[in-house]
């Protein structure tokens, strides 16, 4: 491992700005390692994310830096990560959590009550916001009830290819400032307060998983899902990438189960054949 010293980080040269070529080799970097698409026009916001990175590295300039995670792929994978924005909050989007809670929560609170098992699937979860937001919609705003279904055999997987954002998942603490976005009655049920710091109830947090995970790699898990949110995950990668996504997606839900997907998101090709739309940017998994 490369050790850089403090004076020489700080004596360290503002990194160049990339040249088309040093752009060109990041986009393709990311393309074949994240399906991430990187247009041209993305070259100076490329340039300024990457930056830290190569004085933190001791890199001379960026075309060194280049060369570096080409050799390395757990420094690949923090650059890949520092180029994707981690912009989310609780209950984004909010016509899916009132679909959830209207359509699919009494489905699967009849299903624990007859003792079956329930899985649901954040995938692209960043720090945590989407899927306790689904968490707390599960568990309502009647805490006896809520209560009873903590009970029962229900998780929840959330994964994303940033590891850091995973911790804060995993910490549930966010700044206070995010409870105005919870309902209150769930708020008041499932989060506490403490001084400027929200978190997550552990009972919640117990239910939840946070997995690292490369959305196009292999996903070692098993079986399969009551519900799966991938939500502004897609608009980074190019249409026949998002096919083949949308594909396996499709796959992991059980029959009759609900893909959620975000607002400037659209279903292509054969996933759209095995999907019906039922609501806003919400599809059911045709029953074969």
């Not at 609170?109 to 306790?132: D, H, I, P, Q, T």
């Amino acid at each position: 491992m490369r050790v850089v010293s403090v004076a020489a980080a700080i004596a360290a040269p503002e990194p160049r700005d990339l040249s088309p070529e040093d752009f060109a080799a990041v986009a393709r970097m990311a393309h074949a390692h994240a399906g991430i698409v990187l247009h041209p026009g993305k070259r100076v916001l490329v340039s300024s994310r990457l930056a830290k990175l190569v004085r933190a590295h001791g890199s001379r300039d960026i075309g060194e830096y280049i060369q570096h995670i080409s050799h390395d792929a757990r420094a690949r994978t923090a650059a890949i990560e520092a180029l994707t924005t981690n912009h989310t909050r609780f209950f984004r989007e909010d016509h899916h959590f009132r679909h959830f809670d209207e359509v699919l929560r009494p489905e699967i609170v009849g299903a624990l009550e007859k003792g079956r098992r329930v899985r649901m699937w954040s995938a692209g979860s960043s720090s945590g916001e989407e899927v306790y937001s689904l968490a707390m919609t599960l568990l309502g705003s009647n805490e006896r009830e809520g209560r009873r279904i903590l009970t029962r055999d229900v998780a929840m997987l959330a994964t994303d290819l940033n590891a850091q954002v995973l911790e804060t998942g995993r910490a549930g603490r966010y700044a206070a400032e995010a409870a105005a976005a919870i309902p209150e009655p769930l708020g008041r049920l499932w989060t506490e307060r403490t001084g400027d710091a929200l978190t997550i109830r552990r009972e919640v947090r117990d239910i939840v998983h946070f997995r690292q995970l490369n959305l196009l790699g292999e996903w070692p898990i098993a079986g399969q899902f009551h519900a799966i949110f991938c939500r502004n995950t897609m608009i980074y990668f190019d249409a026949a990438t998002n096919e083949r996504l949308q594909c396996r997606l499709a796959e992991k839900l059980l029959p009759g189960g609900y893909l959620y997907i975000g607002h400037s998101e659209r279903l292509l090709g054969e996933a759209a054949g095995m999907l019906r739309p039922v609501g806003q940017t919400v599809f059911r998994k045709v029953p074969a």
